[in-house]
T-cell receptor
Framework: KAGVTQTPRYLIKTRGQQVTLSCSPISGHRSVSWYQQTPGQGLQFLFEYFSETQRNKGNFPGRFSGRQFSNSRSEMNVSTLELGDSALYLC????????????????FGNGTRLTVT | DQQVKQNSPSLSVQEGRISILNCDYTNSMFDYFLWYKKYPAEGPTFLISISSIKDKNEDGRFTVFLNKSAKHLSLHIVPSQPGDSAVYFCAAILNDMRFGAGTRLTVKP
């Protein structure tokens, strides 16, 4: 079974631009969560989508948005990029909503490394 | 609001000895706790979990202990191996999964 696939692996953008990241979950997984990883901050929760609906949202500005398609693939968009948005963006999928569970933990992709110059 | 905290950014242990990684949390409503391991250039991979109704879960060399009164979680790795060198994240689930900042474990041969 293929794992979680994130594209692209690396992105370099300029301040003020926008960017779209893509995530394909494990087959059969309907929940997709997005996280931002920066040094010293760990993984910060962005939002979760389940069956095309946003189920939960972290404490990020409205410049960060996402969506999920009927095939459970998800995209994350960041508009008006700032230098502080440089980070590793991780996508994770799960069978169940709400961050996974004891028996169905989150499965992560290898991330998209975004650099904003 | 950092609800899950890992106060030690790094830990160095000799091969064959015990590694103890610690995690504290603030929200007593968390249902489950998990540990993830992350190698460079890879996403985190699930390691072990524990339900809030238990105080210990063991899987091979890995044991997770939960002390609900102290809101404290720990991961024990015995014996430690060089391949265990990675960043370890503690996580907790309520309505979503919240992670600590991670502890970088180095196991020296």
């Amino acid at each position: 079974k293929a794992g979680v696939t994130q594209t692209p692996r690396y992105l370099i953008k300029t301040r003020g631009q926008q960017v779209t990241l893509s995530c394909s979950p494990i087959s059969g997984h309907r929940s997709v969560s997005w996280y931002q990883q920066t040094p010293g901050q760990g993984l910060q929760f962005l939002f979760e989508y389940f069956s095309e609906t946003q189920r939960n949202k972290g404490n990020f500005p409205g410049r960060f948005s996402g969506r999920q398609f009927s095939n459970s693939r998800s995209e994350m968009n960041v508009s008006t990029l700032e230098l502080g948005d440089s980070a590793l963006y991780l996508c994770a999928s799960s069978l169940v909503s709400g961050g996974g569970s004891y028996n169905s933990p989150l499965h992560f992709g290898n991330g998209t490394r975004l650099t904003v110059t | 609001d950092q609800q899950v905290k890992q106060n030690s950014p790094s830990l160095s242990v000799q091969e064959g000895r015990i590694s103890i990684l610690n995690c504290d949390y603030t929200n007593s409503m968390f249902d489950y706790f998990l540990w993830y391991k992350k190698y460079p250039a890879e996403g985190p991979t699930f390691l072990i979990s524990i339900s809030s109704i238990k105080d210990k879960n063991e899987d091979g060399r890995f044991t997770v202990f939960l002390n609900k009164s102290a809101k404290h979680l720990s991961l024990h790795i015995v014996p430690s191996q060089p391949g265990d060198s990675a960043v370890y994240f503690c996580a907790a689930i309520l309505n979503d999964m919240r992670f600590g900042a991670g502890t970088r474990l180095t196991v020296k041969p």
